[in-house]
């Protein structure tokens, strides 16, 4: 299979505070990943450097098969923690920036997702709640055609109900050419959907297996393994 991401002797510090250490990491095309890890773990920190919003690290990191930059951006799709967009726009203003920005947008696609999630092309993204932020930009993020879809924590913000619809939406919208890798420390909720799982402790990669043998071998959910593995 190909080879999609592939990080090799990864360190990252910050100041003094080393973050990520030695990591080493390979995916494969056609996943959906879990990198799990409790808070501050380093999760975030991987997926900057990834998307190339942090560039002061030690290690290789390539993106199909290229080092991070504008050419490896062109590949990725990425839904932060935070909101990308400003309070003041309107959801139209959004789609422009898209259709504008990125080539492999498919803006009927994102219109029917954000049906499904009864999101009008007129509403401000001011007078919207912070669930319905989130589910625009899952809507904005999965109607790309990037090989390489990275979410961080994208059920945060939204209740049990939504959290279901959410994971279903990204299962439907799913091509499976792409890999999806998602960063959450929600892992009851959203296991279900993975393929694969990594566990980050403390910067350290200490668990990467496909959930199918991983439920063979332990008879143990996701959410089991991960409560032993970071047990306080
Ligand atoms: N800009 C920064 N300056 C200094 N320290 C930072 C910075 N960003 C993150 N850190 C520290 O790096 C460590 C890893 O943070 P990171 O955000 O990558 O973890 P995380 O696993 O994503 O956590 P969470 O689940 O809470 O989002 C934490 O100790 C954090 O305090």
Known sequence: MEKLIEICGLNKSYGKKQVLNNVDLTVENGQIIGLLGPNGSGKTTMLKIMTGLL???QGV???????VGAESKAVVSYLPDEPYFSDWMKVNDVLG???DMYHDFDETKCKRIMDKFKIDNKMRIKSMSKGTKEKFQLALVMSRKAKLIIMDEPIGGVDPAAREVILDTILENYDENQTILIATHLIADIERIFSNVVFIKEGNIVLDKDVETLRQ????SIDELFREEFKY
């Open 55 to 57: 560039k002061d690290y």
């Open 61 to 67: 990191v390539k993106i199909d098969g290229k080092s």
């Open 97 to 99: 920036i898209f259709r």
């Open 217 to 220: 071998e332990t008879g143990k």
